[in-house]
């Protein structure tokens, strides 16, 4: 499993509670921490994207209006947004992306290490179920 961090230059104490949840809880999967948004904006446009989930966390509000800016890369990856507050105008910006979760700066980060480990294991999950099990034959029509 592929994990990127984009921690935006946020305060490294922040970052640090994050990374330390989830490299408790993730010690099997590759985490890629990603500092900048040219960084991301580069790594995003590699191919093949294997990337399983991400977790990116906005600082302030031009950086969530960056982040917005690479909805076309970030299509098909399951997210985890951390923005800095709960307003209306930084949510309705937030929901243009499609995270399975938001949350706060100031919120619980093994809550955020929970909802990542949920979203790696449907990924998982649908993943082996497309690709090791056949497909079952359709019935012909008599």
């Given at each position: 499993?592929?994990?990127?961090?984009?921690?935006?230059?946020?305060?490294?104490?922040?970052?640090?509670?994050?990374?330390?949840?989830?490299?408790?809880?993730?010690?099997?999967?590759?985490?890629?921490?990603?500092?900048?948004?040219?960084?991301?904006?580069?790594?995003?446009?590699?191919?093949?994207k294997t990337i399983d989930a991400?977790?990116?966390?906005?600082?302030?509000?031009?950086?969530?209006?960056?982040?917005?800016?690479?909805?076309?890369?970030?299509?098909?990856?399951?997210?985890?947004?951390?923005?800095?507050?709960?307003?209306?105008?930084?949510?309705?910006?937030?929901?243009?992306?499609?995270?399975?979760?938001?949350?706060?700066?100031?919120?619980?980060?093994?809550?955020?290490?929970?909802v990542l480990e949920r979203i790696?294991?449907?990924?998982?999950?649908?993943?082996?179920?497309?690709?090791?099990?056949?497909?079952?034959?359709?019935?012909?029509?008599?």
């Amino acid at each position: 499993m592929n994990i990127i961090v984009y921690t935006g230059g946020i305060q490294e104490v922040v970052s640090a509670d994050l990374l330390g949840q989830i490299t408790a809880k993730f010690a099997h999967a590759r985490l890629e921490l990603i500092h900048s948004l040219p960084d991301l904006r580069q790594r995003l446009s590699q191919l093949p994207k294997t990337i399983d989930a991400g977790v990116l966390i906005a600082g302030d509000a031009a950086q969530l209006c960056e982040l917005v800016s690479m909805q076309d890369f970030l299509d098909g990856i399951p997210l985890i947004l951390i923005v800095p507050d709960f307003e209306k105008e930084t949510i309705a910006k937030a929901a243009k992306l499609y995270p399975s979760f938001i949350c706060t700066l100031d919120s619980d980060w093994e809550v955020v290490a929970s909802v990542l480990e949920r979203i790696l294991l449907y990924r998982e999950k649908a993943a082996s179920v497309t690709s090791g099990q056949p497909t079952p034959a359709r019935p012909q029509p008599k």
